[in-house]
T-cell receptor, first 113, second 111 residues
Framework: DAGVTQSPTHLIKTRGQQVTLRCSPK?????VSWYQQALGQGPQFIFQ???????QRGNFPDRFSGHQFPNYSSELNVNALLLGDSALYLC????????????FGSGTRLTVV | GQQVMQIPQYQHVQEGEDFTTYCNSS?????IQWYKQRPGGHPVFLIQ?????EVKKQKRLTFQFGEAKKNSSLHITATQTTDVGTYFC???????????FGSGTRLSIRP
């Protein structure tokens, strides 16, 4: 039973570029949440997708957008990259009405230069 | 907005000593979860507490949820080197709302 899969694992981009990160949730999970984790900090909530719609959003600018596909997989897009966007981006899947915690992927380490 | 704070930020203990991290929310929570993140790894779900005053144990780990459902603690008895990592609490205001993570407590251990 596959857990949460994220790709790519590492990425280096230049300021101003755009990036797309991908996530496949754990089998049986229908909800995907994205988090940004800076070094030494706790994960910061970006947004959550359920039934292909953004359901909740954290304090992130519109440069951060996402999508969820019919197979529950998800993408995180970041436009006009800034140096401050360098972080570990974590995808977490869960069951919408479930009582268990989130299952996290190993993350994508994004470096903006 | 909702904030979840954790103390201490760091804790360095001798192997065999106990360890406690405390979590406080600015708002009443529906439930609270605890995660462990090993160095270089990703958060791994440990447990969820739902009821006021709830206490749960996992081997040497004891988790408590405050009576007012605004604070929580994690206590590790007789730490081992395998306990090294950062422990995060994460709270949600309702069953379907987003989970907000605390800043974490990083535990390091002297063998």
């Amino acid at each position: 039973d596959a857990g949460v899969t994220q790709s790519p694992t590492h990425l280096i981009k230049t300021r101003g570029q755009q990036v797309t990160l991908r996530c496949s949730p754990k089998s049986g999970h229908d909800t995907v949440s994205w988090y940004q984790q800076a070094l030494g900090q706790g994960p910061q909530f970006i947004f959550q997708y359920y039934e292909e719609e953004e359901r909740q959003r954290g304090n992130f600018p519109d440069r951060f957008s996402g999508h969820q596909f019919p197979n529950y997989s998800s993408e995180l897009n970041v436009n006009a990259l800034l140096l401050g966007d360098s972080a570990l981006y974590l995808c977490a899947s869960s069951i919408r009405q479930g009582s268990d915690g989130y299952t996290f992927g190993s993350g994508t380490r994004l470096t903006v230069v | 907005g909702q904030q979840v704070m954790q103390i201490p930020q760091y804790q360095h203990v001798q192997e065999g000593e106990d360890f406690t991290t405390y979590c406080n929310s600015s708002t009443t929570l529906s439930n609270i979860q605890w995660y462990k993140q090993r160095p270089g790894g990703h958060p791994v779900f440990l447990i969820q507490l739902v009821k006021s005053g709830e206490v749960k144990k996992q081997k040497r780990l004891t988790f408590q949820f405050g009576e007012a459902k605004k604070n929580s603690s994690l206590h590790i008895t007789a730490t081992q080197t395998t306990d090294v990592g950062t422990y995060f609490c994460a709270g949600r205001k309702s069953s379907a709302s987003k989970i907000i993570f605390g800043s974490g407590t990083r535990l390091s251990i002297r063998p």
